[in-house]
């Protein structure tokens, strides 16, 4: 029988989930579990903040929804792995629909949601790129009127990336001149391909900047956990040589030595709290669709961009009528991706796409901020790409055509391994329309309230988008592109889910302080790209990382404060 949600938010359903939910809690009371800090979710974040606390002496719990991935059993050790790409390792939850998974309705988006839930998190299907966000990223509303400053400086942040990126090796080349200056990087650079010296030539010729991309992925092993990579390609089904800086393999390992409990397969339904409001822990379904609970003095959630305003607005009660740490109004809202464009350029020569990641090689950092001369503000990164496999060629992969029939075989002759794309990746300029809510009728395998997305594309990223399209066409046809195909908008692209629950000064205007601390809730913290007060337009992995980690010392620095 399907479970009814405890404590629902949504519409119709609150007064019979108020009298289930207690009465679960009180069959779950013999199984408590108790920690000085109960983390929810063991992807990229909730690794950092877990490890770094355990580190320091703390009592880690952290509750994971899905399982440990068995890297001999992933889709790329085996001949069928871009049809398996489509079906069970598809980014999008609702397509591939594991027990671990929760739908998201994003009936309501052009961009759609895409996550995976595991030990690791989304990383096991990430393209290891690892920038870090420009000092402007932080000052948007006072260098360019749009956005929202955020409450700490590229400068606080420094030393926790640097952290990071020891703790997960980063292949890369110092010296970008379109960054400040950083650390040596750990390994030397992914080759970056035939394709991507072709458009780096072109645009040498154009006086256009590019540079390698740092990469959480090594060139040669980096520790006892990892591997060197093989340059094999499809990286978004995770790593067999173990190569790529996942978090079951960089942070975990040193978290389960520092004496961690990781409890997988753990559904989160409801962060609880005390009679003042504050949070005690959590409850979850256990393997076993049992519900239990966490005791923690501290709460860190780590859910996504999607998973943490859900969780927050499931977290009802007298306290936090509108959702936990909701004073603002502003859990769910604010939501931004990276609208995403693709141009692609087919060529005479072979160009070996195969080798090596496939979103990874080259980035230019050519158009990243503001210009007032063009009809936008803020920037774009372009990420240069691979080609795709036979597969996703011969179905029209970075749309380029290659229609079936009788000339499908040459056709795909000349198309495979013969491109070389690049991704226009804009900032997202906050909107409050922009949000995450709890849907009134789709629900997950427990019955728990599904996530509703409602994305709203701006005339802001539509006039990028085109300038984009305009800026790669030039570098493909300087490069000798002999077809240059676009698509104006990836619809599934929404993996950068930020901003549903962001940090900033005034509690009016914010969720979290500059702590990632919960206004409303001095022991709650979101760490994960819902902390976010602005997008950037560069990946944020590595961000969310070093914001992590900086909380988990904050948390260590005030442990006597509570």
Not at 179 to 203: C, D, H, T, W, Y
Not at 265 to 280: L, Q
Request: proline share 6%; hydrophobic share 40%.
């Amino acid at each position: 029988m399907k479970r009814r949600t405890v404590l629902g938010a949504a519409a119709g359903l609150a007064a019979t989930h108020l009298k289930y939910g207690r009465l679960i809690r009180e069959a779950a009371a013999s199984e408590d579990v108790e920690a000085d800090v109960l983390v929810i979710g063991a992807g990229a974040s909730g690794a950092a903040s877990a490890w770094r606390l355990a580190s320091q002496g703390f009592k880690v719990v952290c509750l994971e929804q899905g399982d440990w991935l068995d890297h001999l059993e992933i889709p790329s050790t085996k001949d069928d792995w871009e049809l398996v790409r489509q079906r069970e390792w598809n980014p999008s939850p609702n397509v591939r629909g594991l027990p671990a998974d929760y739908p998201v309705n994003d009936s309501d988006s052009p961009i759609k949601a895409l996550m995976y839930n595991a030990v690791g998190g989304t990383t096991l299907m990430w393209s290891c790129h690892a920038p870090r966000f420009h000092p402007s990223d932080f000052k948007t509303n006072s260098l360019d009127g749009v956005g929202a400053n955020w409450p700490l400086s590229y400068w606080d942040l420094e030393p926790y990336y640097d952290l990071n990126d020891k703790m997960c090796g980063i292949s890369g080349l110092s010296g970008d001149p379109s960054n400040p200056p950083r650390s040596a990087r750990q390994r030397a650079p992914m080759p970056i391909g035939k394709g991507a010296a072709r458009l780096a030539s072109a645009m040498d010729d154009m006086g256009w900047h590019w540079w390698p991309n740092d990469v959480q992925a090594l060139s040669s092993a980096y520790g006892e956990e990892t591997g060197d990579c093989n340059n094999c390609g499809p990286c978004e089904v995770a790593c067999p040589v173990r190569a790529k800086g996942s978090t079951d393999v960089t942070y975990w390992p040193k978290a389960l030595d520092a004496g961690i409990r990781l409890i997988t397969k753990a559904r989160v339904f409801e962060i609880e709290t005390d009679a003042n409001g504050n949070a005690v822990g959590a409850a979850y379904y256990d393997r076993n669709k049992v519900a239990r609970r966490v005791r923690a003095k501290r709460v860190i959630v780590a859910a996504n961009g999607i998973g943490t305003p859900r969780l927050l607005q499931l977290s009802v009660s007298k306290k936090h009528p509108n959702g936990l740490a909701n004073g603002s109004g502003l859990v769910g809202r604010n939501l931004m991706l990276h609208p995403i464009a693709l141009v692609t350029g087919l060529f005479d020569e072979d160009l070996e796409g195969y080798k090596g990641i496939t979103a990874n090689c080259i980035t230019s950092q050519e158009f990243y901020e503001t210009d007032d001369s063009r009809d936008y503000k803020r920037g774009y990164m372009v990420q240069f790409l691979r080609s795709f496999g036979p597969v996703l060629t011969s179905l029209a992969g970075y749309g380029v055509p290659v229609p079936w029939g009788e000339k499908h075989h040459s056709r795909f002759l000349d198309v495979f391994n013969h491109t070389a794309s690049a991704g226009i990746v804009c900032e997202d300029i906050a909107d409050p329309d922009n949000r995450i809510t709890l849907d009134s009728d789709l629900t997950d395998g427990d019955g728990i309230p599904a996530p509703k997305m409602t994305y709203t594309l701006s005339e802001n990223s539509k006039n990028m988008l085109a300038h984009g399209i305009e800026s790669c066409t030039k570098i493909m046809e300087n490069a000798g592109a002999k077809e240059v195909h676009n698509i104006e908008l990836v619809e599934q692209a929404g993996w950068h889910l930020m901003g549903t629950a962001r940090v900033g000064d005034d509690p009016e205007q914010s969720v979290l302080n500059k702590w990632n601390q919960a206004h409303d809730v001095p022991n709650l913290y979101v760490v994960d790209g819902s902390a976010f007060a602005t997008a950037a337009a560069v990946n944020p992995t590595n961000t969310l990382q070093a914001l992590a980690l900086r909380a988990a010392d904050h948390i260590a620095q005030t442990r006597g404060e509570l």
